[in-house]
C-alpha cells in the first residue's frame, strides 16, 4: 500500500500532518475512479464514504420537480467532497456526479470517525483541517443566495 | 482696485456639458438575456476615451443615463456599449436599432490604471455586466501583451445563459496567454464548468500577489467579497481598483447626485484604489 | 479700499441708486414684504422695501415686527436667497425635433440677464462665492450659471440686525462684507440723520456712485457705520465652533445622535431649499404625444428625497438618518474635500424654516461634547 500511502500524504487536504497520524489516516483510504457522468453518491444515501479530489471536477446537484438536476457548487482537484459524514444521522443531502473523469482517495468514514473517538489528538487533527473548508463554504454559500447578479 | 466679479473670461466654457451629441446605431447585438451592445457612432468623430470611463446616453423623450464604454479603446469610428435593461430609459436604448439615433454626452470618469499595471500581473475579477467595462481593459491588455505579467481572467455570473460575450471568451481562451476561469452561481446539468461564487476562483488562480494589480468591476456586495479574497490571497489594498456606482444626472459634478462620501463618482470615479474608498465601503448607507 | 473713499448717501440716494442701476439696463432685485415674510424680489422705488420692519427668527420660527424707525434694511435674512436667481429653481437645458435625418439638439437660448442685487448680506456674499467655485470653478463650467452671474451688479447689505438664527461670525462669513461686491452699504439711524456710508468695491460701483448724490463720509461716519457691524457681530444669535467640524463629522458617522435627530426630522427638504449654497439639481425629460418634440430641464432637487439616491431598484440612503446625515456632513465636511471650504455660510436659515427646528449649530455642539473616546 506503499503508493497508496504517498497519494494520500502528498494530497494538500493532509498537508502538515504528522507521519503518525498519516499512517492511521491512510488505512482508511482506498484509490477510486468515477467515469463522467458516473454519481460519487446519492441524496439520502448513508454517508459511508467521502472524497479527496485528485484529478477531474464534481457537480454537487439538487434535483427539483420542474427543474431537474441543479448544480449548486462544483468541486475540483485538492478539494473535498462530502461534510456530512462528520454529523449524525450521517446522509448525504444532495447528489455528488463526476462530470469529467475524476480520480479520487476515498476515506471511510465509520473508520476515520471510529480512529479519532480513539485518539482525540488525531481527531483535533481532523477537525482544525475539516473547520476552514466549513467556514469557507458557509461564506461562498451566502454571496451565493444574496442572488446579486439577479435583476432587480 | 478689487474685481467682484470672477475672471469669467478664464471660465468660458467651449460648450454647454449639459447638451448631448448626437449619435446613430451602427449595430444591435444580444449580448445575454435582457443585455444588448450597441456599437453607436456620433455625428461628429467619435472621441478618444480610457478603458473604465463611461457615456451618458440619451434616449430622446425617455432620459438620460450613465453606461460604461466596453468596446476596444483603439477601435476609433464607433463607440461600443453594452446595456441591461433595467429600467425605463435603458429599455429604450435597448430597443433601438441600426440607424435609430440617441443621444450622447462624454466620457467622463477615472479610468482603470493601465499606466499602473505595466510590468505586473494583472488580475481582473468580473461580476455579471462588471465584464463589460473590464472587456475595454482587456483590449488593451491585450494590444499591448508583452508590457504586462501574467493575466488572469475570473469571470462569475448567475447562470449559463447570463454569461457575456461567450464566443468572445471562447476566443480568448484559446490565446494561451490568459488563464481564464468562468463561474456561476448555479446551473443545469448540461453545464460542465465550475459552479460557485467568483470568489473561491481567487485563491486558485494563479498570479503573484506581491507584483500584482487586480481590477474588480461588479454589484457592490459581489466586490467587497472579491476585495477580501484578494486580500487573503496577498494583495495590498493599493493594488486593487473597482468600479463604483451611484445615480447620476449630470456627470459633471453639478447635480450632486453621485456624491459618495468625499469623492464624486463621476469626477472622482468610478474605478477608484481601494485604500482611497476602504472606510467608505464599510459604511452604511453614505 | 481706502477709507477716505467711503461716501455717504441719504436715503435720496439710494433711490437715485434704483433710477441708475434701471436706466443702466438693470433688473434691479431686493427685499419686499410679502406674505408675512421678506423676500426677493423685483423693486423700483424705497416704498418697495420693507421699510421699518424686523424679523424674529429661531428654530422653526419667524415672525415680523414693526421697528420704531423707519429703517430700510433692519432685518436679517429671509427664505430667499439669490439662488432663485443665479441658479433658477427650473430651466430649460435644450430641446430636440426628429427630422427626416435624425434629430436636431438645440440648446435653450439663455440671455444674459443683469441682475442688481440689492441688500446682498455678507452670508450671501460668501454663499455666491461657494455656488461660483461649484459651478463656474471646476473642470466643467455651468453656461447658464455663468450668463446670470457675469451680468450681475451686487450692493451689498452689512447688517445692522443680527438674526436670531444668524451664526456668520462662526463662520467667519460675516457680518461685514469684505469682498466680492460693487457697492457696499451700512446704514445709520437713530438719533442721526438716516444716511448710508457706502464702500466701493470696482469700477463699475464707482461709476454707479458717481451719478448719485453723495459726499465723502465723516470719521464720525465711519466710526459709526464700524460701530454698527460690531454691534451686530456682538448679537448673533447662534454659535457654531467650527475649526474642527470636517473631522469631528467623519470621524462619527456612527455617533447616536444621527439616530436621535432622525426621530425629528421630517425629510421635508425645506433646509436644502432655503440654503443659499445647496446647489443639487435633477433633470427631467418631456415630450409631446408623438415623441417627435422632447426637451430636457433641470430643477432644483433635495438629497432628502428617496430618489436621489435611487439605484439597482432601490435608494442608497432609504432611511431618514442616513439623509440627515448626509446633508448636514456634505455642508459642514465632505464640502471641504471637494471644493476646498466649507458649505456653510452661517445665515441660519435652516434652522428658522425647519418645521421642527432642527439646529445645526445644536447637532455640531451635541456630537462634539458626547463623543466616544
Not at chain 1, 438536476?69 to 444521522?89: C, D, H, K, N, R
Not at chain 2, 461567450?166 to 443545469?188: C, F, K, P, Q, Y
Not at chain 3, 440612503?317 to 471644493?339: C, E, I, N, V
Request: overall charge negative.
Amino acid at each position: 500500500m506503499e503508493g497508496l500511502e504517498r497519494i494520500v500524504r502528498e494530497h494538500p487536504f493532509f498537508a502538515g500532518l504528522q507521519d503518525a497520524f498519516l499512517s492511521l489516516v491512510h488505512t482508511c483510504a482506498k484509490n477510486v475512479r468515477f467515469e463522467a457522468g458516473q454519481y460519487l453518491f446519492h441524496e439520502g444515501e448513508p454517508a459511508d464514504w467521502f472524497y479527496l479530489l485528485r484529478h477531474g471536477r464534481v457537480a454537487l446537484q439538487v434535483t427539483a420537480p420542474g427543474r431537474g438536476a441543479v448544480t449548486f457548487q462544483t468541486m475540483t482537484e485538492g478539494e473535498v467532497v462530502g461534510l456530512s459524514w462528520l454529523i449524525p444521522p450521517y446522509r448525504w443531502t444532495y447528489d455528488a456526479k463526476a462530470i469529467e473523469l475524476t480520480r479520487a482517495i476515498a476515506m471511510d468514514a465509520s473508520c476515520l470517525r471510529q480512529k479519532c473517538e480513539t485518539d482525540h489528538d488525531l481527531g483535533y487533527e481532523m477537525m482544525k483541517r475539516f473547520m476552514p473548508v466549513l467556514i469557507q463554504r458557509l461564506q461562498a454559500t451566502r454571496l451565493q443566495i444574496l442572488d446579486v447578479y439577479g435583476t432587480p | 482696485m478689487s474685481t467682484a466679479r470672477l475672471d469669467l473670461t478664464a471660465a468660458m466654457s467651449a460648450g454647454d456639458p449639459m447638451v448631448p451629441r448626437v449619435a446613430r446605431v451602427l449595430r444591435r447585438r444580444r449580448d445575454g438575456p435582457q443585455v444588448f451592445t450597441l456599437d453607436i457612432e456620433p455625428e461628429e468623430a467619435a472621441p478618444a476615451f480610457a478603458p473604465g470611463q463611461f457615456n451618458m446616453l440619451t434616449a430622446f423623450g425617455v432620459g438620460e443615463v450613465p453606461i460604461s464604454l466596453s468596446g476596444d479603446p483603439a477601435e476609433l469610428g464607433y463607440l461600443v456599449h453594452t446595456i441591461r435593461a433595467v429600467g425605463p430609459v435603458s429599455v429604450a436604448l435597448t430597443r433601438l436599432g441600426p440607424g435609430d439615433v440617441l443621444g450622447l454626452r462624454g466620457p467622463f470618469g477615472m479610468g482603470w490604471p493601465m499606466l499602473e499595471a505595466a510590468g505586473r500581473d494583472v488580475v481582473i475579477v468580473a461580476g455579471g455586466l462588471g465584464l463589460a467595462p473590464l472587456r475595454s481593459a482587456l483590449y488593451r491588455l491585450f494590444a499591448e501583451r508583452a508590457r504586462y505579467g501574467k493575466i488572469v481572467l475570473l469571470y462569475g455570473t448567475r447562470g449559463p445563459s447570463d454569461i457575456l460575450f461567450r464566443r468572445e471568451i471562447e476566443s480568448w481562451r484559446r490565446r494561451l496567454d490568459i488563464e481564464i476561469e468562468v463561474t456561476v452561481d448555479h446551473a443545469g446539468s448540461d453545464w460542465r464548468g465550475h459552479v460557485g461564487v467568483v470568489t473561491t476562483l481567487i485563491a486558485r488562480a494563479d498570479f503573484d500577489p506581491l507584483h500584482a494589480i487586480a481590477l474588480v468591476c461588479g454589484p457592490e456586495v459581489m466586490m467587497r467579497f472579491a476585495i477580501a479574497a484578494l486580500g487573503e490571497a496577498g494583495l495590498a489594498d493599493d493594488a486593487i481598483y473597482l468600479s463604483m456606482e451611484r445615480n447620476m444626472k449630470c456627470a459633471v459634478v453639478f447635480c450632486g447626485h453621485c456624491q459618495f462620501g468625499t469623492v464624486f463618482i463621476c469626477r472622482d470615479g468610478p474605478v477608484f484604489r481601494y485604500d482611497r474608498v476602504r472606510s467608505l465601503l464599510a459604511l452604511k448607507e453614505i | 479700499m481706502d477709507s477716505a473713499q467711503q461716501a455717504v448717501v441719504t436715503t435720496g440716494g439710494v433711490q437715485a441708486l434704483f433710477d441708475t442701476l434701471k436706466r443702466r439696463g438693470y433688473r434691479v432685485i431686493g427685499p419686499i414684504l410679502r406674505d408675512g415674510a421678506i423676500i426677493y424680489d423685483d423693486i423700483t422705488a424705497l416704498e418697495d422695501l420693507p421699510k421699518g420692519w424686523t424679523d424674529e427668527q429661531d428654530g422653526g420660527h419667524y415672525r415680523l415686527h414693526r421697528r420704531d424707525d423707519e429703517a430700510l434694511f433692519g432685518y436679517a435674512v429671509g427664505p430667499h436667497s439669490w439662488k432663485k436667481f443665479l441658479l433658477p429653481a427650473t430651466q430649460r437645458l435644450w430641446s430636440a425635433e426628429r427630422t427626416e435625418h435624425g434629430v436636431a439638439v438645440t440648446p435653450e437660448p439663455h440671455p444674459i440677464e443683469r441682475f442688481a442685487f440689492v441688500g446682498v448680506r455678507a452670508c450671501d456674499l460668501n454663499a455666491i462665492a461657494i455656488q461660483d467655485r461649484v459651478l463656474i470653478g471646476g473642470a466643467q463650467v455651468d453656461p447658464r450659471y455663468q450668463r446670470r452671474r457675469q451680468g450681475a451688479f451686487i450692493v451689498a447689505l452689512n447688517c445692522g440686525v443680527a438674526g436670531g438664527t444668524c451664526f456668520c461670525v462662526s463662520m467667519h462669513t460675516g457680518p461685514k462684507a469684505t469682498g466680492g461686491y460693487d457697492l457696499a452699504l451700512t446704514e445709520l439711524i437713530g438719533d442721526r440723520e438716516h444716511c448710508f456710508v457706502v464702500d466701493v468695491g470696482t469700477d463699475e460701483g464707482s461709476a454707479v456712485l458717481a451719478e448719485l448724490p453723495h459726499r465723502s463720509a465723516t470719521s464720525e461716519e465711519v466710526a459709526a457705520a464700524d460701530a454698527v457691524v460690531a454691534h451686530t457681530s456682538a448679537s448673533m444669535g447662534r454659535v457654531m465652533h467650527s475649526d474642527d467640524v470636517h473631522d469631528l463629522l467623519l470621524r462619527n458617522l456612527d455617533h447616536p445622535r444621527w439616530d436621535e435627530v432622525a426621530t425629528r426630522c421630517l425629510t421635508c427638504g425645506n433646509c436644502t431649499l432655503v440654503c443659499p449654497t445647496c446647489f443639487c439639481t435633477t433633470v427631467e425629460e418631456s415630450s409631446n404625444l408623438d415623441g417627435s418634440r422632447t426637451s430636457r430641464s433641470q430643477r432644483w432637487d433635495s438629497c432628502f428625497t428617496m430618489d436621489f439616491s435611487y439605484i439597482h431598484g432601490g435608494s442608497v440612503r432609504p432611511s431618514g438618518r442616513s439623509r440627515y446625515r448626509q446633508w448636514m456632513t456634505h455642508k459642514l465636511a465632505t464640502w471641504w474635500d471637494q471644493f476646498g471650504t466649507t458649505g456653510c455660510v452661517g445665515c441660519g436659515r435652516c434652522i428658522t424654516w425647519c418645521p421642527v427646528g432642527i439646529d445645526i449649530t445644536e447637532e455640531v455642539a451635541a456630537i462634539r461634547s458626547t463623543e466616544p473616546q
